[in-house]
T-cell receptor, first 115, second 112 residues
Framework: SQQGEEDPQALSIQEGENATMNCSYKTSINNLQWYRQNSGRGLVHLILIRSNEREKHSGRLRVTLDTSKKSSSLLITASRAADTASYFCATDVLPLGGANSKLTFGKGITLSVRP | DARVTQTPRDKVTEMGQEVTMRCQPILGHNTVFWYRQTMMQGLELLAYFRNRAPLDDSGMPKDRFSAEMPDATLATLKIQPSEPRDSAVYFC??????????FGQGTRLTVV
């Protein structure tokens, strides 16, 4: 079953604009991660934010985490055509009664950046 | 340049045949995941291993799927017998516990 849900499902913007993608999840997490996938290839890790962190930056990426709302957002600033891809949030979840966490993914957001 | 290697890249098989997918995780990683990706279901976690021990395979249809890690350099996912609904892209990923996962390029399985 999906732990995370991304919103919106699809996003189309003009090059140079900012893209904001949201993720909501259901249970407590150890960390939340964002990944990118190009055309059905393997996913590539973008950024990880721990449950005790609120904001993190990496280049043009900014991730926020609100554990009280069980939500995260990924902001890509000054988007480029090359940012066109699918973006996934993944949560490192500690199963109920379990000692070993696992990484589960949402269904993804399709981002199109028009030149 | 360390990477996760999956073989084969593409597999077309007839219904009822056995399919074996292989994964070489990045050396030193202690966690290996198997995921299945379809348009309808997205990325589903099938099974994962930590230090080669299977931890959770609740995402797998047990009657036909099996996942093993015979040694630290090889993880396998078998389907026997295969069915058309198994058609999907299967990804292997490896990493350290509670850290980012590194994905292979996937095996695109088509069962006809």
């Amino acid at each position: 079953s999906q732990q995370g849900e991304e919103d919106p499902q699809a996003l189309s913007i003009q090059e140079g604009e900012n893209a904001t993608m949201n993720c909501s999840y259901k249970t407590s997490i150890n960390n939340l991660q964002w990944y990118r996938q190009n055309s059905g290839r393997g996913l590539v890790h973008l950024i990880l934010i721990r449950s005790n962190e609120r904001e993190k930056h990496s280049g043009r990426l900014r991730v926020t985490l609100d554990t009280s709302k069980k939500s995260s957002s990924l902001l890509i600033t000054a988007s480029r055509a090359a940012d066109t891809a699918s973006y996934f949030c993944a949560t490192d979840v500690l199963p109920l009664g379990g000692a070993n966490s696992k990484l589960t993914f949402g269904k993804g957001i399709t981002l199109s950046v028009r030149p | 340049d360390a990477r996760v290697t999956q073989t084969p890249r593409d597999k077309v098989t007839e219904m009822g045949q056995e399919v074996t997918m292989r994964c070489q995780p990045i050396l030193g990683h202690n966690t290996v995941f198997w995921y299945r990706q379809t348009m309808m279901q997205g990325l589903e976690l099938l099974a994962y291993f930590r230090n080669r021990a299977p931890l959770d395979d609740s995402g797998m249809p047990k009657d036909r799927f099996s996942a093993e890690m015979p040694d630290a350099t090889l993880a396998t996912l078998k389907i026997q017998p295969s069915e058309p609904r198994d058609s999907a892209v299967y990804f292997c990923a490896s990493g350290f516990w509670r850290a980012e996962a590194f994905f292979g390029q996937g095996t695109r399985l088509t069962v006809v």
